[in-house]
Structures are given as structure tokens and as C-alpha cells.
């Protein structure tokens, strides 16, 4: 093994070592214990097996098959833990749900059965042709649906809107799986020579950048929403809230949110640059209404306007277009906000003809 080699071999198997350690730190001694902390331990230590077993392929091609089929097994984790890591984040999600648990068992006893019944040491072929493009093809589509789930904080940088830091870590880690994943194919279609080694270099330029951000930060805990809320969710002065309430109605009278029918408190607080929770506390406190009864008699406002006016939209298709997701939802809350049904309204306000 030449120098440029080993120098080579030591940079790509240390990021591996390091992502083994990094997954231990946010498994066991993080100060804070959260789902999304758990998770992206999780994602480190299935990356940092599949990068393990890429150094190792790649200065010893006569590996026993068995690494092999464990390194590559381990890319089934990687997208599950990646968009389950993102979407914890980004909904602040505390309990592990029970559908995430189902998928990850799912395949887990996937990996195990098609391990047993055709491991790597017998069927390379079979793993060469079909089980490789399959792990690669399922990890792709839990990446894709990761970016999906970025879609909202893509927007809110393309728009020159504040980003808070556990935002921007999210978004790092996102894109440093999508390269990593990147790499990984275009090694396997051969597009390039010596591409193989490219995701262990990357992996180990990503992991001494996570360090770095961990010991030379001169604090973590808004690396993560849950902890990050708590830092946020300071007491607001009457002048701050008045400037919040009125950047609140401006943004929904000129952005027209409401005729979103998927609207999430978050969503419209990170409009405002404020936390969920302080969102629901304004609201309750200067409003004394909550976060649904807002943005209800918003839309209502805007039916009523349309059920007023000349128009050909059916009253179902008025409380599609005002953001109600459902004829009973549109109907009740109606009724709740102007004491008559949507079609009783039309007839006491439509203009004469």
C-alpha cells in the first residue's frame, strides 16, 4: 500500500470510527433527551456501518461476503432514519409513532429473512443484478421524501426569511445524505473510476464538521426544535406582541394562508420568526380564541365574501376554495362562527338579479 493510500485509508476509515462515537454521544450523553436525537444517532450508526464497510471492500476486494451483505443491509436504514429524523424535527415530534416503528420492523425482518434465504455468499449475482438496485432504489425514495419534507424551509430561504440553527442543521444533514447516496450510485453504474471511495471521504468530511459544530459552538441546545423551544419561548413585552399580531394579520390577509386546508401552527408561526408555542399563547391571550378558530373565521370571512358575490362555484366548491378540507368541516364551523348555514347565508345575501 503506497503512502497517498494509507493517508487515504486513514481519513476514510476515521470518519467511520467518529460517526460510531458521534451515534454513542447522541444515544447516551446528549443533555437533552429527544425522538430527533435518537434518530439521527441511529442514522450515524447505519451510515457509519455502510461507510465501514465500503473502506474496507475498497483496499481489500477479497473481503469475506459476509461484511459485505452487512454493510449493504445497512443501507435499508439509512433513508428510514434520515426522513423520520427530518419529519421529528420538523413537527416536533416526541414519541417514536407507531407507523415509523412498523416500517423499521417491516425491514428489519425483510433484511433478516432475504439474508438468511439468499445471503450475499451464495447469490452474488442475485445481489449484484436485483437486491443492490432494490436497497439503493428504497433508500432514494425515503431521500426524495426527506427533501419533500424541506419543501416549506426551502421556501422560507429562497424568500430571504430568518432560519433558525436547528433549521439549518436539519437541511445540512439532509444534503449530506443526498451526496452520500449520489456517490454511492454513480460508483455503482461505473460512471466514473475510482469513485467508489468518494462517499467515505465525503461521510468523513461531514462527521469532522458535526464535531467541530458540537465543541466549538458556544451552545447546542437550538440544534435540536425541542430544546431550541425552550430558549424561544421568552415572555413577549406588549409592544412585541402588538408587532407580532399585526405582522399576523398582514400575512394572512396578503399571503392568504388560510386557503392552505394542511396549515400547521408552526408553519404560520415560522412566518412570524416565533415558536409554535408562543404563536397559541398570543393567540389565546390577545385573541381568546385558539390557533383553528383563527384561521376558520378567516376562511369563513372569505366564503361569506364569495357566497355574497356573483360566482358559479357550488357552495362546496367555496369551502374547497377557502381552505376547509371537508363539506361537514366547512358546514359546522360555518354555523359555529356566523349562526347559519352556508346556504341560508347565500339566500339572505345574494344580490337581486
Known amino acids: 500500500m503506497s503512502f497517498g493510500d494509507k493517508v487515504l485509508f486513514f481519513f476514510s ?3 467511520a470510527f467518529n460517526g460510531l462515537v458521534l451515534s454513542v454521544y447522541f444515544f447516551f450523553f446528549t443533555s437533552k433527551k429527544h425522538l430527533s436525537g435518537y434518530l439521527l444517532g441511529a442514522l450515524l450508526l447505519v451510515l457509519s456501518i455502510r461507510i465501514g464497510k465500503s473502506v474496507a471492500y475498497f483496499f481489500d476486494y477479497g473481503l469475506p461476503k459476509t ?4 454493510g449493504l443491509t445497512a443501507c435499508f436504514f439509512i433513508g428510514p432514519f434520515l426522513y423520520f429524523f427530518i419529519k421529528a424535527e420538523m413537527n416536533q415530534v416526541r414519541k417514536l409513532p407507531g407507523s415509523w416503528f412498523r416500517q423499521l420492523v417491516l425491514w428489519f425482518i425483510l433484511v433478516v429473512v432475504v439474508g438468511i434465504i439468499y445471503p450475499y455468499q ?7 443484478q436485483y ?7 428504497q433508500w432514494g425514495v425515503y431521500v426524495a421524501l ?3 419534507l424541506l419543501i416549506p424551509l426551502l421556501k422560507k430561504i429562497t424568500g430571504k426569511l430568518p432560519v433558525k440553527p436547528f433549521e439549518k442543521w436539519i437541511l445540512v444533514i439532509c444534503i449530506a445524505v443526498t451526496i452520500l447516496f449520489v456517490s454511492y450510485v454513480w460508483a455503482y453504474l461505473n460512471i466514473s473510476r475510482g469513485s467508489y471511495i468518494n462517499g467515505a471521504l465525503w461521510f468523513s468530511l461531514v462527521i469532522y464538521l458535526i464535531v467541530f459544530t458540537l465543541l466549538y459552538r458556544k451552545k447546542t441546545s437550538d440544534l435540536f426544535s425541542l430544546t431550541a423551544q425552550k430558549y424561544t419561548d421568552k415572555k413577549l413585552d406588549p409592544d412585541e406582541v402588538q408587532l407580532i399580531i399585526s405582522r399576523l394579520e398582514r400575512v394572512m390577509k396578503e399571503k392568504e394562508l388560510f386557503k392552505n386546508p394542511n396549515l400547521k401552527i408552526h408553519e404560520l408561526a415560522g412566518e412570524l420568526n416565533v415558536s409554535g408555542h408562543q404563536l397559541s399563547q398570543l393567540l389565546n391571550n390577545n385573541k381568546q380564541k385558539n390557533f383553528t378558530l383563527f384561521v376558520n ?3 369563513i370571512k372569505e366564503a361569506c365574501n364569495m357566497l355574497s358575490g356573483q360566482n358559479n362555484l357550488t357552495i362546496e366548491a ?3 376554495e377557502v381552505g376547509f378540507n371537508s363539506r361537514s368541516t366547512f358546514f359546522a364551523s360555518f354555523k359555529k ?3 347559519v348555514t352556508p346556504s341560508v347565508y347565500q339566500q339572505q345575501n345574494s344580490p337581486d338579479l
Not at 122 to 128: A, I, S, T
Not at 131 to 137: E, K, N, Q, R
Open 13 to 15: 476509515c476515521l470518519g
Open 67 to 70: 461484511y459485505l451483505q452487512v
Open 122 to 128: 451464495h447469490y452474488p449475482v442475485l445481489w449484484g
Open 131 to 137: 437486491f443492490i438496485p432494490v436497497i439503493y432504489l
Open 146 to 148: 426527506s427533501i419533500f
Open 297 to 299: 373565521e378567516y376562511r
Open 318 to 320: 367555496i369551502g374547497d
Open 337 to 339: 362562527i356566523k349562526g
